[in-house]
């Protein structure tokens, strides 16, 4: 039994039937190479069933919470059910690209049983159509509360279903695991009462530690001439959400992002990522007429777990914001641009402590925390609020070795995230077996044309690549000596 963070506890109270809050992974998988010649569905349930006391995840349910006077607590699942949370089916004819991405949608937009434990899995056949990817592949979309997990501890869980053979040797399986009753009630609210006598004073510590960080960090932006500050103003994705959603994405060569993330000085892969994104809202937001004078800037989720236990589970997690440089039309410009915005964010992260937002959660009543964000999201959404913050875009790195499941190898990763109220897009970027995806979740209102911005994403791309691309010289004439007779 464990009790939530006040963090993990957040992504709770900001469940919804329009908003669920939960992460998906979509993990392909090529079978050709199989001995049996396809995986069947009994085999990848046995895969879970084997691999269930490899992540805590798997078996855990909430429970208690004090009516939002403290967090609840994981508890062992005494009647969890395996072949509730796998699930089979066919995507739909014609079996392509855009069949498979409305499927996803649609199960992306439709939340956990809370009362269960909060994952599902889908085995998604009927993909011989889909284009790019090998024959006879299959596809398993994972959905995991971000209660659970961030997107880091995310990777626990594809470990714990892959092995690095197609064909591991049997181990032997040491699960002594139980299932727990809920907590007393006594235990809840004595435990609730102690923990609300000491957060006023982890409030007050927290704001204290604080102050000189942000009084760094200040300073530090000041050094800069707050060239760098956002202006707030909304774009046609910070409204209210509705509860249908629209996914798609591209699909680069990890290889050529390093090899042009090299070419532009201190870039790194997320800063290609960002610039990439950004050159696709300017092309969007463009052809619709909206588009700002001022920059878009993104939130990107930093890992926090270096300044604290690297195996703690569930959100370890802060944020930094990256202006995306929608006001540079051209694109190695904006690659520039935008890699001098990230470190300048990065420094004021590191001044400010990266695990600040985190530390200042654990000083706030849960039900006080529930109520104001609410309180300030209503407000936000019935006022039209202007936001200095617009979209989303979260990068994990993902395994770089080769991965099997039941003898199938990972053929390509894809990861969707949750999106909210005055937050409607959502970029996911994962990589893995040498490709980097960028997946986007919008709010269907929101983003109609799903696949116009694809194509705006994929001309970004293009673009950037040929600004990066080295001149060659012309090709001078050989000159051929006639042989006399």
């Known amino acids: ?64 919470g004090a009516m939002g006077l403290d967090t609840p607590y994981w508890i062992e699942d005494a009647d969890f059910d395996l072949e509730f949370h796998v699930r089979h089916l066919a995507l739909p004819s014609p079996g392509d690209w855009r069949q498979l991405c409305i499927l996803l949608a649609r199960l992306h937009a439709r939340g956990l049983d809370m009362t269960r434990p909060l994952w599902e899995a889908y085995v998604i056949e009927g993909l011989n159509e889909v284009e790019g990817l090998p024959a006879k592949s299959f596809a398993i979309m994972l959905k995991v509360h971000h209660a659970a997990i961030d997107g880091v501890s995310a990777a626990e869980i594809l470990s714990a279903i892959h092995s690095t053979s197609p064909n591991p040797a049997p181990a032997a399986i040491e699960d002594d695991w139980r299932g727990e009753q809920p907590p007393s009630t006594l235990r809840v609210w004595s435990n609730a009462y102690l923990n609300n006598l000491k957060r006023p004073l982890k409030l007050i510590e927290t704001v204290g530690g604080l102050v000189p960080g ?173 936001l200095p913050l617009h979209t989303v875009v979260s990068n994990v790195p993902g395994p770089q070795v080769p991965l099997y499941l039941a003898g199938a190898r990972l053929h390509m990763l894809m990861g969707m995230g949750p999106t909210m109220d005055m937050m409607g897009l959502f970029h996911g970027v994962i990589s893995g077996a040498g490709k980097v995806t960028i997946n986007f979740v919008c709010c269907r209102e929101m983003l109609p044309d799903p696949g116009f911005y694809r194509q705006c994403l994929e001309e970004a791309w293009a673009d950037l690549e040929r600004s990066t691309m080295p001149t060659k010289p012309p090709r001078k004439k050989s000159r051929r000596t006639r042989k006399t007779a």
Request: hydrophobic residues 45%.
């Open 214 to 386: 942000i009084i760094r960090a200040n300073r530090l932006a000041g050094e800069h001439g707050g060239e760098s500050k956002p202006k707030a103003f909304n774009t046609r994705f910070n409204h209210r959400v509705s509860a249908f959603r629209v996914t798609d994405a591209i699909v680069l060569d990890l290889a050529a992002v390093k090899a042009l993330k090299n070419t532009v000085g201190e870039a790194t892969i997320n800063d290609v990522i960002v610039s990439v994104v950004g050159g696709g809202l300017r092309k969007y937001l463009r052809a619709k007429g909206e588009l700002p004078e001022s920059s878009l800037v993104c939130g990107a989720p930093i890992n926090v777990r270096s300044e604290r236990n690297s195996s703690s589970v569930g959100n370890q997690v802060g944020m930094m914001t990256i202006n995306m440089a929608t006001d540079v039309d051209d694109a190695l410009q904006r690659l520039r641009a935008v890699s001098e915005h990230a470190r300048e964010s990065k420094a004021y992260s590191s001044a400010l402590g990266t695990s600040a937002m985190l530390e200042l959660s654990q000083g706030l009543w849960p039900s006080v925390a529930g109520i104001g964000m609410r309180a300030a999201t209503l407000a936000a959404v019935s006022s039209d609020m202007a």
């Open 1 to 64: 039994m464990q009790q939530l963070t006040e963090m993990d506890y957040a992504f709770v109270q900001m469940e919804s039937s329009r908003t669920p809050m939960h992460i998906s992974p979509i993990i392909f998988y090529d079978q050709s190479a199989n001995a049996n010649g396809k995986v069947r569905f009994k085999e990848i349930l046995e895969v879970f069933a084997q691999n269930l006391h490899k992540s805590a995840i798997f078996r855990r349910k909430l429970a208690g």
